[in-house]
Structure formats: structure tokens, C-alpha cells
């Protein structure tokens, strides 16, 4: 009589939660769970996204005039980062199903640098409005160019809330990558992940794409407004 190795060999597995049956089965878990969040901050999203395209439809005129008071090349360069980190990223993933240990510590480090210089610039960027008196408030003053229409301040005031709320929001997302990717590189450092079991890579690799996705919009609906030459 022989003893089955099968109950071990799940056992023994690297990575195999207790209560799953099989690394499918858990991979799959992982994913659903990590697409029900996306659902949530779609929707989180999808209200301010709302509440920005009905104000703008009101107040197309100082909504235009805000908007062209953006960094536009600021703002380029910004989404040229993050699309160069969500490169990285589905890279990192690839090397975790490839076993390349030293490959993917690589790319997560270069994932979380471009997440940084992201954070960086847009800090400069909100430097810049409150230089300009431009953050909703007491101290709050639009200051139009002499060929725009008439702009009415609190209209304007409207747009640069909706402007800080949706980046500042934007951001908050962008720090919490970041922090899971120091987690997660920590982890591949020490050597947690294999063909077999890279899970975590992946689910923060579609947290970050969808944190990506969001500025993608973010970047055309607020800089790109009304850019056409005035005069």
C-alpha cells in the first residue's frame, strides 16, 4: 500500500493560501477581488468625472480660460511618465512568469521612480497655482488675459476646485502604488516569487494600470480644453 503525494504536494506549495485548492484557483480569487475594487473606484471616479463634465457644459468660458493656465508641457510630460510606468510594470509581470528574479527587481524599482518623478513634477505643477493665487479660497484671484471674454471668478473658482479634488485624488492613488510597489519589491528582492507564484505582482500591476488609465482622461479633459490661439 502506497501513501498519496498528492495532499503534500498542495501542502508544500510556495505561495498556496490554506483555503484554495490549487494556484488557479487562488490566482483567480486575487484577480476577481482586485477587478470588484477597480469597480468601486470606477465608480468613485466616475462621480467627480460627472460633476467636472456637467460644470464645464455650464461654464464653458471659465472653465476654457482656467484651463489655459495649466503647464501644458508640464502636463505632457507627466503623461509620458506614467505611460513609461505602466511599460515597467507589464514588464515586471512578464519577468515574474519568466522566474528572472533580478530582472523584475529592476523594473519595479524603475516602476516606482517614475512614480516619484510623477509626484515630483506634479508638486512643482501645484506649486505653480498657489504662486498664481489660483487655489480656491479667500486668497483666490483669477487674473485674465485682456483678449479672453469676461471671466467670473467664482465660476473659475469652480474649475480649480474640481482641478485640485480630481489630481489631489489622483495623487493620493499614486503614493498608495507607490507604497505597495516598495512592498512588493521588498518581496521579489527576497526572492518570494516564481513561475509559479507571482499573484501580487500582477494584482498591483492592474491597480497601477488603472491609477494610469485615470489620468489618460484626466490629462485631456483638464489641459486640453480650449487651446486655440485667442486674439
Known amino acids: 500500500m502506497s501513501d498519496s503525494p498528492a495532499p503534500l504536494a498542495l501542502e508544500h506549495t510556495p505561495g498556496l493560501q490554506h483555503?484554495?485548492?490549487d494556484m488557479e484557483q487562488q490566482r483567480n480569487a486575487s484577480s476577481l477581488g482586485m477587478w470588484?475594487?477597480?469597480?468601486?473606484?470606477?465608480?468613485?471616479f466616475g462621480g467627480m468625472f460627472l460633476a467636472?463634465?456637467?460644470y464645464r457644459m455650464w461654464y464653458?468660458?471659465?472653465?476654457?480660460?482656467g484651463s489655459r493656465t495649466l503647464n501644458l508641457p508640464i502636463?505632457?510630460?507627466n503623461t509620458a511618465v506614467l505611460i513609461c510606468s505602466s511599460l515597467t510594470v507589464a514588464l515586471s509581470v512578464r519577468a515574474a512568469?519568466?522566474?528572472?528574479?533580478?530582472?523584475?527587481?529592476?523594473?519595479?524599482?524603475l516602476t516606482i521612480l517614475f512614480g516619484l518623478v510623477f509626484l515630483g513634477v506634479k508638486a512643482y505643477e501645484w506649486n505653480e497655482k498657489f504662486t498664481e493665487h489660483h487655489v480656491p479660497g479667500y486668497s483666490f484671484h483669477f487674473k485674465q488675459e485682456s483678449t479672453e471674454k469676461p471671466v467670473d471668478q467664482g465660476r473659475a473658482q469652480i474649475f480649480f476646485s474640481l482641478y485640485f479634488a480630481m489630481t489631489g485624488?489622483?495623487?493620493?492613488?499614486?503614493?498608495?502604488g507607490v507604497?505597495?510597489?516598495?512592498?512588493?519589491?521588498?518581496?521579489?528582492?527576497?526572492g518570494r516569487f516564481t513561475p509559479e507564484y507571482h499573484t501580487p505582482v500582477e494584482i498591483a500591476g492592474l491597480y497601477w494600470h488603472f491609477v494610469d488609465i485615470v489620468w489618460i482622461y484626466l490629462f485631456p479633459l483638464l489641459y486640453l480644453i480650449d487651446r486655440r490661439p485667442h486674439g
Do not use: D
Not at 60 to 65: G, H, I, W
Not at 102 to 109: G, K, Y
Open 19 to 21: 483555503h484554495f485548492a
Open 36 to 44: 470588484i475594487f477597480l469597480g468601486t473606484e470606477i465608480m468613485f
Open 52 to 54: 467636472y463634465l456637467v
Open 60 to 65: 464653458f468660458n471659465e472653465f476654457a480660460a
Open 75 to 77: 502636463g505632457a510630460v
Open 97 to 109: 512568469q519568466l522566474g528572472k528574479r533580478m530582472l523584475l527587481v529592476t523594473l519595479l524599482v
Open 169 to 176: 485624488m489622483h495623487a493620493l492613488h499614486m503614493i498608495i
Open 179 to 190: 507604497g505597495i510597489f516598495g512592498v512588493i519589491t521588498w518581496m521579489a528582492w527576497r
